[in-house]
């Protein structure tokens, strides 16, 4: 069995694209980027419904979803998001239960690892051409706790 | 900020635990690659070197078929800082482990899974 490792930067500065204006990007400020674009999606996605109209400048048209609680695509987020969003306070994530969260970026990949009083929740995106384009997630509850709304 | 070197080297103890200890039950590795005040999130293993011994000796038999390495489809190791994330994609469901590496010797454990639609949780899990 080989193990895939993700894709990986080859030394420090490798020039891994251009940004705006046509500037080369270092490796670190393209990682950067990609956390930034991550935080920026979450934002939107646990903002407000007028907000959701907005996903589509973080995540792709063709999003491929591994969550089976959401649909496919763009408009798979968007219902999912709204749904969350008309939910009372008592069956979402509550913000205040979140202890701490590490980014961790490399490749084409950032995850997310949120450690809550109320579990753990990892988040894995994979980024395509300046989106998010890939979501896989996985929760472990608290010994005893049950299993959030949504991350069954 | 951490460099591409010390990103490999965790990588490259992570891969040693998941194939020596994990997959083979090399226990005797464990002095190597695992510190002895190792911090365990997972509520089923014992904390310290110690528990992970216990549990790859014992407990974690159990779970064999579950996690057997014919079952996985696609692996991603992601590092950055000293956390190195191991993301298994599984034909029974997916499950991430995040380590904490430090000074060639793995320090903290974090997982979670998630069951492909269909699939009961393993025991433990």
Redesign the interface.
Known sequence: MAFGTGLRPAGGLVMAGAGPGGAAVSEPERLARNKRLVEDFLAVAHGDLAGLDRLGEFAAVDYMQHNPNIGQGLEGLRTFFTHILSLPPSERLDPAKELKVHLIAEGDFVVRHEIREDGLLINVFRIEDGLVKEHWDAFRPPPGGAIIHGLE | ?T??AS??RN?QVV?AF?NDVAIAKRLDRLDDLVAVDYVQ???HAGQGREGVREYFAGFHRAREKDLD?SG?I????????D?V?R?E?RVNG???D?WRVRDGMLQEH?????SA?GYDPPAGS
Request: net charge negative.
């Open positions: 900020m460099d591409d990103i490999e990588k891969e998941v999130h997972n509520p390495p996985t696609e692996v991603h190791l992601i590092g950055e800082g956390l994330v993301h994609i997916l499950h991430i995040i974090w997982d979670a899974w998630r639609p």
